[in-house]
Every structure is written in structure tokens, then in C-alpha cells.
């Protein structure tokens, strides 16, 4: 989930860890290792911030974001994996 984010982050940037993240984007250390652990889902301003960084697209960590947090939920689940199928074949038709 934001673990791979914040994994592509590091590396795009050439960080040396989830604690330089964390204070380039403006958020604390622990805040980053509570995402990171998936006790807590990012805000979309972190969200796109570690994306952004990560060369992922706005739209796809939105996307996302929308399904973690759809995760308890399976007919909001259902309908956002749709629409990232519908999504995807869009761009592949595009």
C-alpha cells in the first residue's frame, strides 16, 4: 500500500530513509512510520506529495487511496476497483 509509495520516493529522490521523507515533504517522522505501518491511511496532501516524488501519476494514487480506504467496505471496493479498470483500459485506449 503506502509502504510502496514511500519505497519508490526514496529511491526516485536518492533519500536514505522514511525520516528524510517524512521532513521533505513537512510531516514528522512518526507520522510517516504510522502510514507506513498501515495503522493510519495518508491525507490525499501527503498522498500526492509522496506520489508526486514516486513519478506516480495524481490520478492513480487517488485511485488508490480511495481503495484502501474502501477496504471494510466491499460494494465501495467493488465500485472503486471498477473504476480503475474503466480507467486504465481508457488510457490504454487513449
Sequence with gaps: MFDIYMEKAICKQNLK???QLA???GISSASMATMK??????SE?????VAALADIPAEQALIDLNL???QKDPA???AWQKISKLIN???LIA
Design 89 to 91: 483500459k481508457t488510457a
Design 76 to 78: 465501495r471496493l467493488a
Design 23 to 25: 521532513k521533505f515533504i
Design 17 to 19: 530513509n522514511q525520516n
Design 68 to 70: 484502501w480506504r474502501s
Design 45 to 49: 496532501e501527503t498522498l500526492l506529495k
Design 37 to 42: 505501518s498501515g495503522k493510519i491511511l495518508p
